[in-house]
């Protein structure tokens, strides 16, 4: 299967605390991409890394990419209450014309 | 930004009919459109991919015939579920993308629509 693998599967923090998610992946990847989905939502987008960065910022998100590991990570620093959601990643991988999503990780934020 | 609308957001049928759900994009030409489905506390499947004035790519497993992708227009693209069953009710999510939203956001950046869920009882 070309689909990613999440860890962890479900998440569950204080309010304040940084929550950390990993993403692996099998194939080359043109970039990696992160969504947020609220229960029985749609997806949003909230982040894309290119497979030569390693590293990128976009407010409380950092993002990491390791294409050496095939892996990811995404971290969410002093968590709100409002990130409660499951976070997804999705590959763009070389050859393909479509995206790859992970398992997800459910993340809940304690109040 | 680039905005995906689907309709309906829910809906529940009987066993047997058949569903249509649409998915437009509204401030941009999609020259492509991507179908997944969403089965509870699980990731999103592809299940087609569909190019404006041909015919859809379906995904292993996904029955051409039961799932009628149509992409008449460069805004609108519309799944229908034919004679649909219980094992059918998921949420349907499509998404959007074209040549002038590749170079601004990246290879790959597609735009998702909010979703449908479908009940069949």
């Known amino acids: 299967s070309q689909q990613g693998e999440e860890d962890p599967q479900a998440l569950s923090i204080q309010e304040g605390e940084n929550a950390t998610m990993n993403c692996s992946y099998k194939?080359?990847?043109?970039?990696l991409q992160w969504y947020r989905q609220n229960s029985g939502r749609g997806l949003v987008h909230l982040i894309l890394i290119r497979s030569n960065e390693r590293e990128k910022h976009s407010g409380r998100l950092r993002v990491t990419l390791d294409t050496s590991k095939k892996s990811s990570s995404l971290l969410i620093t002093a968590s709100r209450a409002a990130d409660t959601a499951s976070y997804f990643c999705a590959t763009d991988q070389t050859g393909a014309n479509n995206l790859f999503f992970g398992t997800g990780t459910r993340l809940t934020v304690i109040p | 930004g680039a905005v995906v609308s689907q309709h309906p957001s829910w809906v529940i049928c009987k066993s047997g009919t058949s569903v249509k759900i649409e998915c437009r994009s509204l401030d941009f030409q999609a020259t492509t459109m991507f179908w997944y489905r969403q089965f509870p506390k699980q990731s999103l499947m592809l299940m087609a991919t569909?190019?404006?004035?041909?015919?859809?790519?379906?995904e292993q497993g996904v029955e051409k015939d039961k799932f009628l992708i149509n992409h008449a227009s460069l805004t609108l693209s519309t799944l229908t579920v034919t004679s649909a069953h219980p094992e059918d009710s998921s949420f349907y999510i499509c998404?959007?993308?074209?040549?002038?939203?590749?170079?601004?956001?990246?290879?790959?950046?597609?735009?998702f629509g909010p979703g449908t869920r479908l009940l069949v009882l």
């Open positions: 569909s190019n404006e004035g041909s015919k859809a790519t379906y």
């Open positions: 194939t080359s990847i043109n970039n």
């Open positions: 998404s959007a993308s074209s040549p002038e939203i590749t170079l601004v956001g990246g290879y790959g950046t597609q735009y």
